[in-house]
């Protein structure tokens, strides 16, 4: 149990529960005269989701901290792979699938573990343009093609 | 009569050489899926959804989706039998329903008995598909056939007891469960209403009219949530691999796991049934039942092969058991069969007392599909054991940016959308600092998928009722499933202050 994230959730939650509160109070009533309109549901969600954030919020006073062992964890390998996959999604439909793909399987390979770099490319390579390959002409899907300079 | 004459159209369908093949490469996938840890069953299924999607899609829907189902249940319940192989040969369970495997068969392959472990849990397994089969073909047209009584008013007190039991078993705080049961709900109320037309939460912006797709965020928080947690958390490289002598096991013990074998499967098979109870569950049952009728329960983690034969069958069977309240009923039982479900969706099927009418060739040619799948698995998992083994070694450097870069092309293939990229990834580390919290996240999938069938049930009952909401609780059906839906939540609860340790259910 990490109290500090409970209790930093439970706000959060809070606060999305009023969010989606006070922003169903804006969906317009339906057309037809029903009672029930659209907005009936996400309001209570916003009601409830409150009512446990709260309770969560007092839990998290309720329980001792237990000390938690201090895991070491590889910040550095995570950023640089999601800040890749973060670049893969952007660029993904502008240099297309196949070369982004590329890109991205060899940069994560190396920063996972350096060295090696030819089987690196190599995996990187068969699994880019063979699915592409293999999605777009064999089985006529479509993805972005290669870029065109 | 009818029934064996469906059954027999069933097997028709399920013998078309291309279904052969999509389930012979489901269970293989699902076997993989189950060796290797840090993948489970939900988020294989996941991964996959949107590569069968494309396969089908020249098909016919029904067709199509007959064949993607075939394929996905038989990563599910693959998925099983590979999970068995590594909690013997290493001491570490490829998925949660394994963990019990591992007190005796892990012990067992100290011993020098892995050969027969693994052949009796595939055995057992094998039993236990065949006993959640027929319980199936036997329970699945009576069901619907109450099921399609039910109105408006019933289905939404039925769906709410489905998410009442996935909650109260999930995880170990029952607020932080209904919360992201609830967020769930909340993540489907986005998009155009499809009541009034309106649309709610979307602020303009097109990407959001159809609604958050069901499939990005359960490929997020599932897929990718577990390879942020992998890259993160550098785990201890496993030990090595008990060696294999003999694929087959000893008249001895094939006698000695028979009773447990059958015990198991009767047992997995009616815990899969009950929403909420899955394979995991199933198993840790079984285990303490087998202990419990045992004549030297001492012998039990020092390598009996009962511990090994019960719960490998009831995981089986616990899987093949959800399948009963999905496909008649039309309501998930766990977060795996949520997915299979958002699946169906996605081919505009809508699983139910109605599918067995209107697509008899999907529901009836998946239960036929998994008659044959359970045999290739038998045929697949005795011989082939060691290379299955094999597996277990793919580096992980290789596995994890590859598991990525299939998320993205599983989610760009299906969407066209780099919103839907982006999502992913949010989802991604959403479904990392949840679960590592002790945020269940299966609820939450389910809830989105259940989210749009409950609200609609709701606002029907209720308009039918003149927004009266006592229509709930008048309606006899609909109050014992209410009532039901408290107890769920309650039980637990109660037992927990007076004291008692409560199993839960965690499915990965």
């Known amino acids: 149990m990490n109290k500090k994230f409970d209790r930093f959730a439970g706000v959060a939650f809070l606060l999305i529960g009023i969010l989606f509160l006070i922003e169903s109070q804006k969906i317009s009533d339906s057309a037809y005269g029903s009672s029930v309109g659209p907005k009936i549901f996400p309001m209570w969600l916003g009601i409830v989701l409150m009512a446990l954030s709260i309770r969560l919020i007092y839990e998290t006073f ?39 793909t590329f890109l991205f399987l060899l940069i994560a390979f190396q920063t996972m573990e350096r060295g090696k770099v030819v089987y690196s490319v190599i995996i990187s390579a068969a699994f880019s343009f063979g699915v592409y390959y293999l999605f777009s002409e064999v089985l006529g899907g479509s993805l972005p093609g290669f870029p065109l300079f | 009569m009818d029934t064996l004459q469906f059954l027999a159209d069933g ?171 609830v967020f769930g709900l909340m993540l489907g109320t986005i998009g155009i ?54 694929v087959l096991p000893t008249k001895q013990d094939l006698k000695d796991s028979t009773v447990p074998i059958v015990r198991g499967s009767l047992l997995g098979f009616f815990i899969g049934v009950l929403p909420g109870a899955g394979a995991t569950l199933a198993s840790f049952f079984s285990y303490t039942t087998e202990k419990k ?62 599918l067995f009418d209107e697509h008899p060739e999907v529901a009836w040619g998946l239960i036929a599909s998994m008659f044959i799948g359970n045999l290739m698995l038998l045929v697949l998992n005795m011989p082939l054991v060691r290379v299955f083994a094999k597996i277990i070694q793919t580096p992980k450097k290789y596995l994890l940016p590859m598991i990525i870069a299939i998320s993205f092309f599983g989610v760009y293939a299906v969407q066209y959308t780099t919103f839907d990229l982006f999502l992913l990834l949010g989802c991604g580390i959403l479904g990392y600092l949840l679960s590592k919290n002790d945020y269940p996240v299966a609820p939450l999938v389910l809830a989105l ?34 009532v039901a839906a408290v107890a769920w939540l309650l039980v637990p609860l109660l037992l927990k202050l007076r004291g008692r340790k409560v199993i839960i259910n965690e499915e990965g």
């Open chain 2, 449 to 482: 998928v259940l989210g749009p069938m409950i609200e609609n049930n709701m606002r029907r009952a209720l308009t039918i009722s003149n927004g009266d909401f006592s229509i709930f609780f008048t309606k006899p059906l609909s109050l014992v499933f209410i």
């Open chain 2, 193 to 246: 209403d499809a009541v009034s037309g309106i649309a709610r939460f979307t602020y303009d912006q097109p990407v959001l009219y159809s609604g958050l797709e069901f499939l990005t965020i359960a490929v997020g928080l599932f897929a990718l949530g577990e390879v942020i947690k992998t890259i993160l958390e550098r785990d201890e490289e496993t030990g090595s691999i008990a060696k294999i002598n003999r």
């Open chain 2, 11 to 181: 097997f028709k369908v399920a013998f078309q050489w291309h279904n052969i093949l999509f389930a012979f490469v489901g269970v293989l996938i699902g076997t993989a899926v189950g060796v290797l840890p840090g993948i489970g069953p939900m988020s294989g299924v996941a991964l996959l959804i949107p590569v069968t999607a494309t396969i089908t899609s020249g098909m016919p829907t029904g067709d199509a989706a007959a064949s993607s189902l075939i394929l996905l249940a038989g990563v599910y319940y693959g998925a099983m039998y590979g999970g068995s192989t590594t909690s013997i040969l290493l001491n570490t369970p490829g998925e949660s329903s394994s963990v019990v495997t591992t007190l005796d068969g892990y012990q067992m392959a100290q011993q020098g008995r892995a050969g027969s472990a693994l052949s009796i849990a595939a055995i057992g397994s094998f039993f236990a598909g065949i006993v959640a089969l027929i319980g199936l073909v036997l329970l699945a047209e009576p069901l619907s056939n109450v099921a399609i009584k039910f109105g408006p008013a019933e289905y939404f007190s039925l769906m709410l007891l489905g998410l009442a039991a996935v909650s109260g078993l999930a995880g170990k705080s029952m607020t932080k469960a209904l919360m992201m049961t």
């Open chain 1, 62 to 100: 309720k329980y001792k901290t237990e000390e938690s062992k201090k895991e070491k964890l590889q910040y550095k390998k995570f950023f640089i792979i999601f800040g890749s996959a973060v670049l893969y999604a952007f660029f993904l439909e502008k240099i297309g699938y196949a070369v982004s």
């Open chain 2, 293 to 354: 009728f045992s004549k030297n329960p001492e012998s039990f983690g020092k390598g009996n092969i009962a511990g090994v034969a019960g719960p490998e069958s009831a995981n089986n069977a616990a899987s093949g058991g959800a399948m009963i309240p999905l496909l008649t009923l039309g309501i998930p039982g766990s977060g795996t069969t949520a997915i299979l479900m958002g699946a169906l969706i996605m081919y505009n099927i809508q699983p139910g007392p109605l």
